[in-house]
Each structure stands twice: as C-alpha cells, then as structure tokens.
C-alpha cells in the first residue's frame, strides 16, 4: 500500500525526494494509518482546490485496500 501511495504522489510533486510515507500499526478498529509528508512547495499539488486531489487519494488507497482485503485504511496529509 506505501508503494501505491507513493506512485501517486510522485506523479504530483515537484521534488520527489522530499515525499515522505509512515504507516501506523492497525488500531484497535483495524484502521491503517498512513502518514504522508511532502515538500512545502507541494503541498497545494498534494491537496488540491478544496481537497479533491486529497479525496481522491484517499478513494484509490482505500480501493487499493479492500482488492488486498484490509477492511480500513486512511490517509493523513501533512
């Protein structure tokens, strides 16, 4: 899932060295956390106008989920 996260930010950002991805351990619901951090510069690219960019993210990593059978996934930008 960090692979797939990371493919689609690459494909956003400017300076691709900066992306920086931390996954959390399930939590008591089951929900994987997924930290993602980037340039500053990026972070409107990352987000997008009103978070479209941001929620569509976050709707292809919890597809990305459920074809590999984890029940919750979430995505947290900052």
């Known amino acids: 899932m960090?692979?797939?996260?990371y493919a689609i930010?690459?494909?956003l950002v400017e300076d691709s060295?900066?992306?920086e991805i931390t996954q959390d351990e399930p939590?008591?619901?089951g929900v994987i956390v997924f930290h993602l951090r980037v340039a500053e510069n990026d972070m409107g690219r990352v987000i997008?106008?009103?978070g479209r960019i941001a929620k569509a993210i976050r709707t292809i990593m919890r597809s990305g989920a459920t074809r590999?059978?984890?029940d919750a996934i979430a995505v947290?930008?900052?």
Not at 2 to 5: A, G, I, N, V, Y
């Open 17 to 19: 060295s900066a992306i």
């Open 9 to 11: 930010v690459v494909g």
């Open 2 to 5: 960090k692979d797939l996260l």
């Open 48 to 50: 997008g106008k009103q």
């Open 68 to 70: 590999k059978g984890i």
């Open 76 to 78: 947290e930008i900052g």
């Open 27 to 29: 939590n008591e619901e």
